[in-house]
Each structure stands twice: as C-alpha cells, then as structure tokens.
C-alpha cells in the first residue's frame, strides 16, 4: 500500500483567513490498479461520493429497476460553468422529469481536469462533478487519455453498465428521441454518433465517430479499459495509443476488433454550426422531431430549445393518456400470408391506356363520375362493391347514346371480376370497405398506366396535366426555411387564418413554423404526386367542420397562385379524393386496410411521402381543380372515425421522418417491413401486414409479366 495526502487551502471569512482542507487517501498500491503514476499525481476524485447514494437516485439508479444503465460524462473546463448551468436547467432536467419513463437508468458526470475553489463549491451544490485529476490542458492535449481515465472509472464504478458516452458541455440533447434511438441500437459492441468517412478509417471499415458525442457499448468499455495506455515505445496493435484528440485515439482503439457495431447517426445529429446559424435554422419548435442533439449550441439555443421541446407535466387523474408511437407489440403475428392461388394477376381483354382515372362507389353515377367518364384520353376503372347497382343499370347511366367505343375506355370492375382477375388482393381486402379502391389502382397500373387520377365521386373535375410539364413554375420553401411539418392551406388563400387539411397534426396547427417562407423556381423536379384543392367543401376535418364555417372557397387562383412543391423531408397530408399519381409512385398507392377510411388515405400520403423522400420524388399541391359538392355526413361520426389522425398523427411523421433518412443511408427500402415496423406501433393491424404482402407480391407479378 501507499498513502497520498490531498491539501485544498480556500480563503474565507474575514480577511485573509486561510483554511486548509487536508484529507487523507488511502490507494491499494497493486500496479495494475494504479491509473499511469507517470502522469497522474492522483487518481479520479468523485466528490460527489459522500453523497452518492442521494446523487444515483437523483441519476434514476435502484436495485430494483432492470432497464439498461446508460452513462454520460459531459467534459467541460473549469471557467464553462455557464454552459454546465445551461445544461442542468435544460436537458438534464428533462432527465430528472422523465427518469421513471425512459428506456435506460441514466448516471451523468460533469468531466473536469483539476478541482479548483470555485468548482468545489460548486460541487458542493449540484454534486454532479468528476476531477480527472490530470495536469494536461489545452486544446487538443491528451484528449485520448481523458477519454480512457472516464472509460476506466465507468469500469471500475458502474460494472453494469450497458452504454458508456462522452459527450461536450456545449452539446444540447434531445432527451427523449435520442434515448429512444440508442434503446434501438443498443448493443454490447456499439460504437454510435456522428460519422466523419474522411477521417482515419479503420482497416475494417469503421468509420471515425466524432468526440463531441460518443457511444460505446460494454464489451468495448471493457476490452479498452483491459489495454495498456501508451506514450513510448508502443505496439499499436496492442496498446492504447493517443493522438491528443479523443475520437482519432478512440477509433484506433478499436481498429484492431472486427465485430464492432458501428452506427453512424449523421442525418440525426446537427454538427458544429455557428451560433447565429443555429439560431436563425435549426432552433424551431420542430427540432427534436427530426434530430436528437444539437452540437455547438449557445446557452441561448440550449434554452431556447428546450423551451420548445420542454417536457410537459400532467397529473394522470384529470387528463387521459398520449400515444407514444413507440413499440408496444414485439412479437408479429405468425404466419403473416399464406396463398394457393397459381396467379396474382390475369389480364382481361380491356385494352391499355396511359391515363386512368379510379373511382370506388355504392351509388348511382353522380356528376364527377359522368364528367370523368366524357374526358378525351382518359380511361375510366369504377371499382363496384357488394351495394354498387348493378353493372348494366350503372354504365346506362353514364354512356352516350351511340357510343360503341365505350368499352374500350371505360371498365365496370364488379366483384366477381375483381375475384378472378387479382384473387390475392380480393382475398385480403374485405368487402364494403373503402379499400376495394386498391384493386382500381392496380387494374390501372396492369393496364399500362402513366398516370393515375384517384378521386371521389362527389368531387368534380381533374387536374390539367399540361400545366405540369417539364420546368414548370412552382414555389417551395426557401432555403434555410425547411421543418418537418407544412401546412399548405394557407398560401393557398383559406378562408380563416388557421385553415389545415384533415390529417395535419392538431398539435402544430397554431404554429408559424409549419408556414415557412416560399420562394419561387423553375428548377426541375421529379413529381411523384399531385393533390389538388377542393372548392367549396374543402378537405378539412370534423373539428374545423365544427368549429368553423364550411363551406368555403379557396382564395387562391391558379394564375397568381403556381403549385406548392415540398422539398425533400417535409411532410404534408393528402387524400384519395383529387390526388394525380405519376407512375414512379404507383407502388406506394396502398390504402391500409384496418383503420377507418377517413384514416386511411392519410396514413397512405404520409407513408408514402417517406418512399418519396428516399427516392428524390416530390408531393405537390395545386389550386383547386376540383368542386367537392359532399355526400351526405354525420360529423359526429366523422369525428369519432378521424381519433387516429387526431392523436396519432404527430408521432406517426416523426417515426416516418426517421425511417426514410435510415433509408437513404442504408439503401433498403421495403413496404412490407415497414408495415410491420407501423404494426408494432399500433398505427395498423396484423391485417395491413397481409395487405402488404399480398400488394408487392400482386404488384410484382404484373412486374414480372410485363
């Protein structure tokens, strides 16, 4: 053994009285034990550890609690109490509301070189602060060896420990959507953040994490802190050699394991941006939807982020619950599809068309279908259910006198037909239900169409295709003003200030961030959808429909008011009622089966915009094409059908917003497992997965055939 002596002389009281503090350590001396004495005069002080049993309960530690344990070291210096006070009264507060609700325990420490007066008392009131104990400072100075001395303290201290981070003090953290994101990344061999490709990758293919905010898992932790931390003569296959910077050292630790779990989160992660330009862009109540932290952030943007992300505080006996979104089903239904059929589409005698409007209908031909069925070069499916009158009396109804060629453009899908021509879908998709449409789509996409307008029958008239040509003159957010969320009725001149179209989240539908700046462009763009605005019973929801006046006309003209095209990763909702499919899009024309119809063309559009974003396509709006004079409806009924969009939409974008950017990094894109993953969130039933499987493999089979 040997014994070190620790002094800490303060001045306080009266006018130079000196106390002097002396505490006497005792350190088992057994060399492998004893953190490099060549650098070190002492080991790690916890001065928290008087009170460490009070400090882990605040940091949600218990004997009884069995989720994973996750700890942060915050490394700061001694003159940045600002940003450590920023952090405690933002993020790490959040911690503290949360901590009973998160998916981990968490412990965090503030990292400090040296312990001096004023962070002692400091210390002494929040109890949250770590003395490395080492006498490098600097910029860039043993960055690597900071980061070993917390990795081993995390060892020695928390051997339970699944996930160990470090992380800046001027990082803010998205507390929720993060721990969220590592709870599904977790691994014993994690290696997670920010991923610079051009910086001393691994011979293995890893790429280097940077050091503002890391993560590793416990086998890591562990096979790291078992190496020998080196500055001479060393084996860099073996030891642990330093380049001064924490995340260069760190991924060169790691460059001799094969089986690390490397996830870089880069489309997550808002990386070392000036303060005025995180200010004027990334600061915005929407912020944690689409990231989980915010690297080089000011005391203001910390505090303005979380005011806008700031968890809100409910007492359970007078309010209900919030959906989540998160997986509450991890077990799928088994077996998900199974068939007999020998094929999943036949081809009838009705000949091709590149333009094919769908209609699905239990009533007699209104005026939207007769104006549909006398357009030129459009071809019309009207997909007939178990209450649509019969063929003969229906097509009598809408067919010119004299007019032979109307079988060669027009097509009467009954039942029966629909049975026999696509009998996987007809199987899955239950009768008198608004999902009959999909059969309509892919009758259509089997009889060669280019495009595709899906409508309602009481909504009258079609978009003009021809203002729609290449280059044509459209505007869309501007630069640097880009959310997740946009509501588009607005700009197109709604009759009250706050107008939105059925689907849009209610929790935004007050927010100036969904109404961005617009800027004109003729750049061209790749449409993959179209949704045109109704006059006079707009597409609005049963609560508008119940507090506001309906009808009403848009303001807007489409001489002085050019289509509205979202760019890449904005979500806004559209229906089945007036919408125009390019055919780069058809696949994702899939209406879900088992939620309500005044549900289900809204999960469609935001489902489908996800696969827009992951292939460069675009969702437009237009001013009105079309007068919607509406078939009868209880709003009451209305209201009780449209509860999924009420509560579910929100988190629905924000789950969809993170799936098309793990699409694009990964390149995977799959309808049917993405049905799944919705399945386990409880937006869908186990009848959508079927829905899904029977809709690619149908889809497929045309493919394959053609």
């Not at 057994?30 to 009170?51: A, I, Y």
């Not at 059969?439 to 595709?452: C, F, N, R, S, V």
Request: aromatic letters at 12%; hydrophobic letters at 40%.
């Amino acid at each position: 053994m040997e014994w070190r002596v620790h002094s800490v002389c303060m001045l306080s009281g009266l006018k130079y009285l000196m106390v002097c503090i002396f505490s006497v350590i005792l350190v088992i001396g057994f060399s492998e034990h004893l953190l490099f004495s060549t650098h070190l005069t002492w080991q790690p002080v916890d001065r928290s550890s008087v009170r460490e049993i009070q400090h882990e309960d605040h940091n949600s530690l218990s004997t009884s609690d069995n989720r994973p344990l996750l700890v942060l070291g915050i490394l700061s210096a001694e003159l940045n109490s600002d940003f450590r006070n920023a952090s405690r009264s933002t993020w790490l507060s959040t911690v503290s509301i949360l901590q009973d609700t998160l998916p981990f325990r968490i412990i965090y420490k503030f990292l400090l070189d040296q312990p001096t007066n004023d962070t002692i008392v400091e210390n002494d009131k929040y109890n949250d602060i770590l003395f490395l104990n080492d006498t490098h400072q600097g910029r860039a100075v043993k960055f690597g060896y900071k980061l070993y001395v917390w990795y081993k303290y995390i060892y020695e201290k928390y051997p339970d420990t699944l996930l160990a981070a470090k992380l800046d003090d001027d990082v803010f953290i998205c507390v929720p959507q993060l721990l969220k994101r590592l709870n599904e990344l977790k691994s014993t061999k994690l290696y997670y953040g920010l991923a610079h490709e051009n910086k001393k990758a691994t011979p293995t293919g890893i790429a280097c994490i940077d050091e503002m905010f890391v993560v590793v898992g416990k086998d890591l932790l562990e096979r790291i802190v078992k190496r020998k931390y080196c500055t001479e003569q060393c084996n860099k296959t073996i030891d642990l050699i330093d380049t001064n910077y924490g995340d260069t050292s760190l991924v060169s630790w790691l460059s001799i394991y094969d089986d690390v779990d490397f996830q870089g989160d880069n489309h997550r992660i808002v990386y070392k941006l000036s303060f005025e330009t995180i200010a004027l862009d990334h600061v915005k109540p929407l912020f944690c939807l689409r990231y989980v932290l915010c690297h080089k952030s000011s005391i203001q943007v910390m505090k303005q982020l979380h005011e806008y992300n700031k968890p809100v505080l409910v007492s359970d006996a007078v309010t209900g619950s919030i959906f989540s979104g998160d997986i509450v089903r991890t077990l799928l239904p088994m077996p998900s599809l199974t068939t007999h059929h020998n094929a999943f589409a036949i081809m009838d005698k009705m000949p091709g068309c590149d333009n094919w409007a769908v209609v699905t209908t239990i009533n007699y031909p209104t005026k939207a279908v007769k104006s549909m069925a006398s357009l030129p070069n459009w071809c019309l499916v009207i997909v007939a259910d178990t209450k649509t009158p019969l063929e003969s009396t229906y097509l009598s109804e809408i067919v010119m006198k004299n007019n032979s060629n109307y079988s060669k453009i027009i097509k009467y899908l009954s039942v029966k037909e629909q049975t026999i021509l696509y009998p996987l879908l007809s199987e899955i998709i239950p009768l008198n239900t608004f999902g009959r449409k999909n059969i309509g789509y892919m009758y259509a996409i089997h009889h060669k169409a280019k495009l595709i307008w899906d409508f309602d029958d009481d909504n009258d008239g079609i978009v003009d295709i021809n203002d729609f040509k290449k280059h044509f003159h459209y505007v869309t957010v501007c630069k640097h003003s880009q959310n997740i969320l946009l509501n588009p009725y607005p700009y197109f001149g709604g009759k009250e200030t706050r107008t939105w179209p059925r689907g849009f989240p209610l929790q935004y539908i007050k927010s100036n961030e969904t109404l961005p700046k617009l800027c004109t462009s003729r750049r061209n763009v790749q449409l993959g959808i179209l949704q045109s605005l109704a006059n006079n019973q707009p597409d609005v929801d049963a609560i508008y429909r119940m507090t506001r006046d309906v009808p009403f006309n848009f303001g807007a003209s489409r001489t002085f008011h050019p289509p509205l095209v979202l760019p890449r990763g904005t979500y806004a909702p559209f229906n089945a009622q007036a919408t125009l499919w390019f055919a780069p899009a058809f696949a994702y024309m899939a209406l879900p089966l088992s939620v309500n119809g005044r549900v289900s063309d809204i999960w469609r559009s935001y489902i489908a915009q996800c696969f827009l974003h992951s292939k460069n396509m675009c969702l437009a709006f237009s001013s009105p094409y079309v007068i919607q004079d509406r078939n009868a409806h209880d709003i009451l009924r209305d209201f009780n059908a449209e509860l999924d969009l009420y509560q579910k939409s929100k988190q629905l974008v924000e789950f969809l917003s993170l799936q098309q950017y793990s699409f694009r990094q990964y390149d995977k894109l799959d309808f049917v497992e993405l049905y799944k993953q919705l399945y386990t969130r409880q937006y869908i039933e186990q009848l959508d997965i079927q829905f899904a499987e029977a809709w690619t493999k149908t889809l497929a089979s045309i493919t394959e055939s053609a």
